[in-house]
């Protein structure tokens, strides 16, 4: 049995970067990623990271922007120290070898993002996730030697040991279906959102939420789960992202009548508003039949000047020309509000801790609380390195001071069993594929920009359903090499996890705030909902609704326009 | 909506069995993409099709295999341009509107299999690590920091950071490697993506060991010497990486800027080809091999020549030359070619187009220094 001082779940970018920093900290550190790292969807990630790094800025400016953003539902202890250490972060990233962008004078360059009062957002073309998550990765080839990478292997569960601490995992290696518990002093997740939830969305095939739903079944909290941002500029039909940094770089927003409909909703910011605000005035437009018959809006990337979206926004240009057939460098493109993001996921300190002894989480799949209500663009990277890297060291610290835990002896066989019973499925039930479908859609159509009680409701009842059927979902492979088939049963009961909570905590969260925007409760109500919802099995088997006070440090909660 | 048959080749290594074709019918739009189509049949009829896929937009480099001949990724190449690609060339089946075989019209086909020089795991997946992770790894793959390292950012000029994000864009699919024909004669050969990886170093002026690892990758006989220029992967890339161009920066950056004559003759052969076109207007291969060495009154010419004297002899009898031709020049370049030499050996500084920012078909009248970046 493999045993590490510190086993990482996830190789995206919080994970690499926890890995790095435990490392460094000098623990034994294993990594697990169910794809090669570099595949992770980090990659996916375009337009930048903010830092307050230029002198005429502040981290405080940072700080009040990213509050703002969160609609006072972000922890403003965390948030200070997230934008405290950006600066920091972002030069040692930098100095690792990212290729960042650079003004005419050689320093770093910047570029404008949605809900910021200062350029602030450092990038790399728009592959800044990409370039990012491949130099972390030369990176961990650099320190191979402290390193144990588990590429393409699959976490099925935690393991909890006797008094309730998690000290392991168990992993299938996908190239031969062989099964593995890893021992470790902590384990920190690292495995990103679930977007997968919702069809459509922006995030990969792999983002099925496995984390989240993983350390709920260990007893962890989640929090902030109804928060899931829909992204302004989303492709009708594959839902693929056209990012924020064309309208940075000073794309217009125009409805079918070829009106800048932003100077509306947010006259001072604009198209570059906060992305809830820009994403219900879009889809207000669309409902109110000033979209296109095909239910958008357009994004006129034609304003960029040709040379610079072609040196900047180059990923777009490709998205547009092979995804939508569009030359986006000469006319407008069709677009609307998509799944994107989950601000919520499993609670953490600022140190990564979560509500289970030696269980931590960065990234997408943790909520600190830095991203509230409402993401700030370029945020969740800086979120993912920041966070990554505080858990990784405080892991590490944890670790050095304790002795290897013991590991139940049954949990290895009870995984091997329920393995099993998967394999033995045939083809008589309903399809994997379907269920998913129904998923996305029922949780595009009922939770998404706009919910109410009774959408919600009759989400609720539909995911349940799904759940009974997802039980006896059909199985084709049977075989042990690269069983994909397996996999995906799995992930599918993640999934289904994660949107139960999702919906049970936007119907408990009875007013609109952030992403979550209540028709029949239309107005923020700071005297009873300024606070978080909590959800945990708590033992049982159904998921159970507690609260949580917001940490205010200096920034009271005022009327937010843009 | 059309129909397509889609041929995908399946291998079970547990079966015994060797691989085979496994068809489908699919009714799809044409530009839904080859992924869409592995993804709904597996979906919808057959759970147990492998194939890595992820992101669905060609960011996460997944899911690279060939498809009709052809390597590049299922998820950006769209159902109807697959179709009609590569019929009629070697194996593939005719152009599907093409019933001159007298079988009636065909359902266009798409025949998709796992990428070549690197071992097959399963159905569309092959083995990346023991290929082109190893590759990968064979170019020490970090940044080695020039020292001392600034407190802040490094301050480099903006288009040298343009420039590595062209190799920097490479997304690790493999589409290269997959067709690369030295590594298919020279499994040894570092090949197109890692040696692309390397120029992001070498290319990076934070970097402090430019010169060792040109050294490095010069001296290796399977370094950067050992490519052909067959293009292939170029046409592959689905990322505009252009790794052959890479390797030719790397070889200039090796032989003019730090006149590294490497043990592999390849920087002194790549002179010969400049000198014999220069002096020839055309390419005088009995010329260049001695050359290469020095010209033909060199001793190690003589060594070479000598050893080399059955690809001569070959040579004559496939008339690619003659006797005469073997020691006379036949040909005297014109002008304008040796004009052309002049004007770039003049300049005071080599220009390097970088395609990758300025390669489209620009109709705005660029600006030469803006469009094309300089070393
Ligand atoms: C299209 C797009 C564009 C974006 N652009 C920006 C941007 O410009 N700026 C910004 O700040 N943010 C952006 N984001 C958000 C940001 O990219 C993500 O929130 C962030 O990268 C998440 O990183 P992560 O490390 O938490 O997770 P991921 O990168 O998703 O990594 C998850 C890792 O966990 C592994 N994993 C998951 N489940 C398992 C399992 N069961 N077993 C083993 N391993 C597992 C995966 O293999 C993977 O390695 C964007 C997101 C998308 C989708
Ligand atoms: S051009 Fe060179 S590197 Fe590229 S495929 Fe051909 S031989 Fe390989
Ligand atoms: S150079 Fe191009 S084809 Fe080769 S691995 Fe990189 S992205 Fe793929």
């Given at each position: 049995?493999?045993?590490?001082?510190?086993?990482?779940i996830?190789?995206?970018?919080?994970?690499?970067?926890?890995?790095?920093?435990?490392?460094?900290?000098?623990?034994?550190?294993?990594?697990?990623?169910?794809?090669?790292?570099?595949?992770?969807?980090?990659?996916?990630?375009?337009?930048?990271?903010?830092?307050?790094?230029?002198?005429?800025?502040?981290?405080?400016?940072?700080?009040?922007?990213?509050?703002?953003?969160?609609?006072?539902?972000?922890?403003?202890?965390?948030?200070?120290?997230m934008?405290?250490?950006?600066?920091?972060?972002?030069?040692?990233?930098?100095?690792?070898?990212?290729t960042?962008?650079?003004?005419?004078?050689?320093?770093?360059?910047?570029?404008?993002?949605?809900?910021?009062?200062?350029?602030?957002?450092?990038?790399v073309?728009?592959?800044?996730g990409?370039?990012?998550?491949?130099?972390?990765?030369?990176?961990?080839?650099?320190?191979?030697?402290?390193?144990?990478?588990?590429?393409?292997?699959?976490?099925?569960d935690?393991?909890?040991?006797?008094?309730?601490?998690c000290?392991?995992?168990?992993?299938?290696?996908?190239?031969?279906?062989?099964?593995e518990?890893?021992?470790?002093?902590?384990?920190?997740?690292?495995s990103g959102?679930?977007?997968?939830?919702?069809r459509?969305?922006?995030?990969?095939?792999?983002?099925?939420?496995?984390?989240?739903?993983?350390?709920?079944?260990?007893?962890?909290?989640?929090?902030?789960?109804?928060?899931v941002?829909?992204?302004?500029?989303?492709?009708?039909?594959?839902?693929?992202?056209?990012?924020?940094?064309?309208?940075?770089?000073?794309a217009?927003?125009?409805?079918?009548?070829?009106?800048?409909?932003m100077?509306?909703?947010?006259?001072?910011?604009?198209?570059?508003?906060?992305?809830?605000?820009?994403?219900r005035?879009?889809?207000?437009?669309?409902?109110?039949?000033?979209?296109?018959p095909?239910?958008t809006?357009?994004?006129?990337?034609?304003?960029?000047?040709?040379?610079?979206?072609?040196?900047?926004?180059r990923?777009?240009?490709?998205?547009?020309?092979?995804?939508?057939?569009?030359?986006?460098?000469?006319?407008?493109?069709?677009?609307?509000?998509?799944?994107?993001?989950?601000?919520?996921?499993?609670?953490?300190?600022?140190?990564?801790?979560?509500?289970?002894?030696?269980?931590?989480?960065?990234?997408?799949?943790?909520?600190?609380?830095?991203?509230?209500?409402?993401?700030?663009?370029?945020?969740?990277?800086?979120?993912?390195?920041?966070?990554?890297?505080?858990s990784?060291?405080?892991?590490?610290?944890?670790a050095?001071?304790?002795?290897?835990?013991?590991?139940?002896?049954?949990?290895l066989?009870?995984?091997?069993?329920?393995?099993?019973?998967?394999?033995?499925?045939?083809?008589?039930?309903?399809?994997?594929?379907?269920?998913?479908?129904?998923?996305?859609?029922?949780?595009?159509?009922?939770?998404?920009?706009?919910?109410?009680?009774?959408?919600?409701?009759?989400?609720h009842?539909?995911?349940r359903?799904?759940?009974?059927?997802?039980?006896?979902?059909?199985?084709?492979?049977?075989?042990?090499?690269?069983?994909?088939?397996?996999?995906?049963?799995?992930?599918?009961?993640?999934?289904?996890?994660?949107?139960?909570?999702?919906?049970?905590?936007?119907?408990?969260?009875?007013?609109?705030?952030?992403?979550?925007?209540?028709?029949?409760?239309?107005?923020?109500?700071?005297?009873?909902?300024l606070?978080?919802?909590?959800i945990?099995?708590?033992?049982?088997?159904?998921?159970?609704v507690?609260?949580?006070?917001?940490?205010?440090?200096?920034?009271?909660?005022?009327?937010?326009?843009? | 909506?059309?129909?397509?048959?889609?041929?995908?080749?399946?291998?079970?290594?547990?079966?015994?069995?060797?691989?085979?074709?496994?068809?489908?019918?699919?009714?799809?739009?044409?530009?839904?993409?080859?992924?869409?189509?592995?993804?709904?049949?597996?979906?919808?009829?057959?759970?147990?099709?492998?194939?890595?896929?992820?992101?669905?937009?060609?960011?996460?480099?997944?899911?690279?295999?060939?498809?009709?001949?052809?390597?590049?990724?299922?998820?950006?190449?769209?159902?109807?341009?697959?179709?009609?690609r590569?019929?009629?060339?070697?194996?593939?089946?005719?152009?599907?509107?093409?019933?001159?075989?007298g079988?009636?019209?065909?359902?266009?086909?798409?025949?998709?299999?796992?990428?070549?020089?690197?071992?097959?795991?399963?159905?569309?997946?092959v083995?990346?690590?023991?290929?082109?992770?190893?590759?990968?790894?064979?170019?020490?793959?970090?940044?080695?920091?020039r020292?001392?390292?600034?407190e802040?950012?490094?301050?480099?000029?903006?288009?040298?950071?343009?420039?590595?994000?062209?190799?920097?864009?490479?997304?690790?699919?493999?589409?290269?490697?997959?067709?690369?024909?030295?590594?298919?004669?020279?499994?040894?050969?570092?090949?197109?993506?890692?040696?692309?990886?390397?120029?992001?170093?070498?290319g990076?002026?934070?970097?402090?060991?430019?010169?060792?690892?040109?050294f490095?990758?010069?001296?290796?006989?399977?370094?950067?010497?050992?490519?052909?220029?067959c293009?292939?992967?170029?046409?592959?890339?689905?990322?505009?990486?252009?790794?052959?161009n890479?390797?030719?920066?790397?070889?200039?950056?090796?032989?003019?800027d730090?006149?590294?004559?490497?043990?592999?003759?390849?920087?002194?052969?790549?002179?010969?080809?400049?000198?014999?076109?220069?002096?020839n207007?055309?390419?005088?291969?009995?010329?260049?091999?001695?050359?290469?060495?020095?010209?033909?009154?060199n001793?190690?010419?003589?060594?070479?020549?000598?050893?080399?004297?059955?690809?001569?002899?070959?040579?004559?009898?496939?008339?690619?030359?003659?006797?005469k031709?073997?020691?006379m020049h036949?040909?005297?370049?014109?002008?304008?070619?040796?004009?052309?030499?002049?004007?770039?050996?003049?300049?005071?500084?080599?220009?390097?187009?970088?395609?990758?920012?300025?390669?489209?078909?620009?109709?705005?009248?660029?600006?030469?220094t803006?469009?094309?970046e300089?070393?």
């Open positions: 049995m493999p045993a590490y001082d510190v086993l990482i996830g190789a995206g970018l919080a994970g690499q970067r926890a890995a790095l920093a435990a490392a460094q900290t000098g623990a034994t550190v294993g990594v697990v990623s169910k794809v090669h790292p570099v595949r992770s969807h980090s990659v996916a990630a375009a337009g930048g990271i903010n830092a307050a790094l230029n002198p005429e800025d502040s981290w405080e400016s940072h700080a009040f922007d990213t509050v703002k953003g969160s609609d006072y539902l972000g922890d403003q202890d965390a948030i200070e120290i934008c405290r250490e950006a600066p920091d972060e972002l030069l040692w990233l930098e100095h690792a070898g990212v960042f962008h650079r003004d005419g004078t050689g320093h770093l360059g910047t570029r404008a993002f949605g809900g910021a009062s200062a350029a602030r957002t450092y990038y073309a728009d592959i800044t990409q370039a990012i998550l491949h130099v972390l990765y030369e990176q961990l080839l650099k320190h191979h030697a402290q390193l144990d990478r588990y590429e393409e292997w699959f976490t099925t935690l393991v909890v040991g006797d008094e309730g601490q000290v392991g995992a168990i992993c299938r290696d996908l190239r031969d279906g062989r099964l518990l890893i021992n470790a002093k902590a384990v920190i997740l690292a959102g679930a977007g997968q939830v919702y459509p969305t922006t995030n990969g095939l792999i983002v099925t939420g496995d984390g989240i739903a993983q350390a709920c079944r260990v007893g962890a909290k989640l929090m902030d789960m109804e928060m941002q829909y992204h302004p500029t989303t492709l009708s039909g594959n839902g693929l992202l056209i990012t924020e940094g064309a309208r940075g770089e000073g217009w927003l125009l409805n079918a009548e070829g009106d800048r409909f100077e509306e909703y947010a006259p001072n910011k604009l198209e570059l508003a906060s992305r809830d605000v820009v994403s005035a879009e889809q207000t437009e669309i409902m109110e039949g000033r979209g296109f095909d239910g809006v357009a994004l006129d990337v034609t304003k960029v000047p040709r040379r610079r979206t072609l040196e900047a926004l990923e777009i240009v490709n998205i547009g020309r092979d995804f939508a057939g569009v030359d986006i460098t000469r006319e407008p493109i069709h677009i609307r509000p998509g799944n994107h993001y989950i601000m919520g996921g499993v609670k953490t300190d600022v140190d990564g801790q979560t509500t289970v002894p030696g269980l931590y989480a960065a990234g997408e799949v943790a909520c600190v609380s830095v991203h509230g209500g409402n993401r700030l663009g370029a945020n969740s990277l800086l979120d993912t390195l920041v966070f990554g890297r505080r990784g060291e405080s892991a590490a610290r944890r050095l001071r304790m002795p290897m835990p013991s590991t139940p002896s049954a949990c066989t009870d995984t091997q069993r329920a393995l099993a019973a998967i394999l033995r499925r045939r083809g008589n039930g309903s399809r994997i594929g379907a269920i998913k479908k129904e998923l996305g859609d029922t949780m595009n159509e009922y939770v998404a920009v706009f919910r109410d009680a009774e959408g919600l409701a009759k989400a009842q539909i995911v359903r799904l759940k009974e059927e997802a039980a006896g979902a059909a199985i084709d492979d049977h075989g042990s090499v690269f069983n994909q088939d397996v996999i995906a049963a799995i992930e599918l009961s993640y999934m289904l996890e994660v949107a139960e909570t999702i919906v049970i905590a936007a119907e408990e969260r009875k007013e609109s705030r952030g992403a979550q925007y209540r028709t029949d409760f239309p107005e923020r109500n700071d005297a009873d909902w606070k978080h919802v909590d945990s099995l708590d033992g049982g088997p159904e998921p159970k507690s609260y949580s006070p917001v940490t205010i440090t200096r920034w009271q909660p005022e009327e937010r326009t843009y | 909506m059309p129909e397509y048959t889609l041929r995908i080749r399946r291998f079970d290594p547990l079966s015994g069995e060797a691989a085979y074709w496994d068809e489908h019918f699919i009714e799809m739009e044409e530009h839904n993409s080859v992924l869409d189509g592995i993804l709904k049949v597996k979906d919808e009829k057959d759970g147990s099709i492998g194939i890595r896929c992820s992101c669905q937009q060609g960011i996460c480099g997944s899911c690279a295999v060939r498809i009709n001949g052809k390597p590049g990724l299922a998820c950006n190449t769209h159902l109807e341009e697959a179709a009609h590569g019929h009629g060339v070697g194996w593939n089946p005719p152009a599907p509107d093409d019933t001159s075989s079988e009636g019209l065909k359902l266009p086909e798409i025949m998709v299999e796992p990428m070549g020089n690197m071992p097959v795991i399963r159905d569309l997946i083995d990346m690590d023991a290929v082109h992770w190893r590759k990968i790894q064979r170019v020490t793959p970090w940044l080695i920091n020292e001392p390292v600034p802040r950012e490094y301050i480099v000029p903006h288009a040298n950071m343009v420039d590595v994000t062209q190799p920097m864009s490479c997304i690790q699919c493999g589409a290269c490697v997959s067709d690369c024909l030295s590594m298919e004669i020279d499994p040894l050969f570092i090949g197109p993506a890692a040696l692309a990886k390397a120029y992001r170093f070498v990076d002026p934070r970097d402090a060991q430019h010169r060792e690892r040109l490095d990758l010069a001296e290796d006989p399977h370094g950067i010497y050992d490519c052909t220029h293009f292939n992967c170029v046409d592959a890339c689905p990322k505009g990486v252009d790794p052959m890479q390797i030719m920066r790397l070889r200039r950056i090796a032989g003019t730090y006149d590294i004559e490497d043990r592999n003759n390849g920087y002194r052969h790549e002179h010969a080809f400049v000198k014999n076109i220069r002096r207007g055309l390419l005088h291969e009995s010329d260049l091999l001695a050359d290469s060495y020095g010209g033909k009154f001793p190690a010419a003589g060594r070479e020549l000598v050893s080399s004297l059955p690809t001569g002899i070959k040579g004559l009898a496939r008339r690619k030359m003659t006797p031709t073997a020691l036949p040909h005297k370049a014109p002008k304008p070619v040796s004009q052309t030499f002049d004007r770039i050996e003049g300049r005071d500084q080599r220009v390097e187009l970088n395609l990758y920012v300025s390669g489209y078909e620009d109709d705005e009248p660029a600006d030469e803006e469009s094309e300089r070393r």
